[in-house]
C-alpha cells in the first residue's frame, strides 16, 4: 500500500484517499482500509504525508484532513527519554541499549514481557516483534496507565497488532497517545467503539468531538438507507 501511496502525483492520491475516508466515515471501517491508515504512519511515506497536508489545507477535502487531526504529522517518534528508569531485568548490572534491544529477540517468553515495559521504543518494538508475544500482552501495553507517547506511537506501527481492533481501541483510549496516531485509528472503529471513545472524559476534546462526528456521520447514513 506505501508503495502505491508513493507512485500516485500528490493530486491523484489526496483524491483517493479522500473517497476512501469518505467511504469509511459513512459506512464504517471496510476491508483494507487499515492497510492505508498502517502505510500512512510509515516513515518512508511521511515526505507524502506532509504534502496531502498542504493539499488538504486548500482543497476540498475534509475527511483527509480529518484523518490527519492533531499537530506534528504522522510516523514522528518522540525523542526517548535516556533518563527514564530502566528495570532490572536480571543481569547483575545496568544494561545498554543495545544489549535490550538484543535480548527482545530472545525465545524467553517472561523476558520479553518484562521488555514490553522497557521505557525505550526502540526495544519496545523488538519484544512486539518477538513471537511468543501474545494480543493480551501487548493490550498491557497499549492500557498502561501513565502511557508513554513514544511506545504507543511505536505500538501503532507495528504489524500484526495494530490490526487488532482491541489493540486499536485501546491506543485510542489511552490519554498518552499522541492525538495524530489517534485522529487516524478513529476511521477504524465501528459504532459501538466510537460511542466509547465519546465517553472517554480523559481524552482530549478534540478527539472525543472527532469520535462524536463520525458516529453521527454514521447513525445518519444508517437513518436514510
Same mark, same amino acid.
Given at each position: 500500500?506505501?508503495?502505491?501511496?508513493?507512485?500516485?502525483?500528490?493530486?491523484?492520491?489526496?483524491?483517493?484517499?479522500e473517497e476512501l475516508c469518505a467511504r469509511a466515515a459513512t459506512r464504517g471501517p471496510f476491508p483494507?482500509?487499515?492497510?492505508?491508515?498502517? @502505510?500512512?504512519?510509515?516513515?518512508?511515506?511521511?515526505?507524502?504525508?506532509?504534502?496531502?497536508?498542504?493539499?488538504?489545507?486548500?482543497?476540498?477535502?475534509?475527511?483527509?484532513?480529518?484523518?490527519?487531526?492533531? @499537530?506534528?504529522?504522522?510516523?514522528?517518534?518522540? $525523542?526517548?527519554?535516556?533518563?527514564?528508569?530502566?528495570?532490572?531485568?536480571?543481569?547483575?548490572?545496568p544494561l545498554t541499549l543495545g544489549e535490550r534491544k538484543a535480548w527482545a529477540r530472545r525465545p524467553?517468553?517472561?523476558?520479553?514481557?518484562?521488555?514490553?515495559?522497557? /521505557?525505550?521504543?526502540?526495544?519496545?518494538?523488538?519484544?512486539?516483534?518477538?513471537?511468543?508475544?501474545?494480543?493480551?500482552?501487548?493490550?498491557?501495553?497499549?492500557?498502561?496507565?501513565?502511557?508513554?507517547?513514544?511506545?504507543?506511537?511505536?505500538?501503532?506501527?507495528?504489524? /500484526?497488532?495494530?490490526?487488532?481492533?482491541?489493540?486499536?481501541?485501546?491506543?485510542?483510549?489511552? $490519554?498518552?497517545?499522541?492525538?495524530?496516531?489517534?485522529?487516524?485509528?478513529?476511521?477504524?472503529?465501528?459504532?459501538?467503539?466510537?460511542?466509547?471513545?465519546?465517553?472517554?472524559?480523559?481524552?482530549?476534546?478534540?478527539?472525543?468531538?472527532?469520535?462524536?462526528?463520525?458516529?453521527?456521520?454514521?447513525?445518519?447514513?444508517?437513518?436514510?438507507?
Open positions: 500500500m506505501a508503495e502505491v501511496l508513493r507512485a500516485l502525483a500528490v493530486a491523484d492520491a489526496a483524491a483517493v484517499l483494507g482500509f487499515a492497510a492505508v491508515v498502517g @502505510a500512512l504512519a510509515r516513515d518512508d511515506v511521511r515526505p507524502l504525508v506532509e504534502r496531502l497536508r498542504e493539499e488538504a489545507a486548500w482543497e476540498p477535502y475534509p475527511e483527509l484532513g480529518r484523518l490527519f487531526g492533531g @499537530a506534528g504529522g504522522l510516523g514522528i517518534l518522540e $525523542p526517548a527519554r535516556e533518563d527514564e528508569h530502566v528495570p532490572d531485568y536480571g543481569a547483575g548490572r524467553d517468553r517472561a523476558l520479553v514481557v518484562r521488555l514490553l515495559h522497557d /521505557p525505550h521504543p526502540a526495544v519496545v518494538q523488538r519484544a512486539l516483534a518477538n513471537p511468543r508475544v501474545t494480543e493480551d500482552d501487548v493490550l498491557t501495553v497499549a492500557t498502561r496507565r501513565p502511557g508513554r507517547p513514544a511506545v504507543l506511537r511505536e505500538l501503532s506501527r507495528t504489524l /500484526p497488532w495494530c490490526r487488532r481492533r482491541r489493540v486499536r481501541l485501546a491506543l485510542v483510549l489511552n $490519554p498518552a497517545c499522541p492525538e495524530d496516531v489517534a485522529a487516524p485509528l478513529l476511521a477504524l472503529l465501528h459504532r459501538a467503539e466510537l460511542a466509547e471513545v465519546v465517553r472517554a472524559t480523559d481524552l482530549a476534546p478534540a478527539l472525543r468531538d472527532a469520535a462524536r462526528s463520525r458516529l453521527a456521520l454514521q447513525n445518519a447514513t444508517d437513518a436514510g438507507a
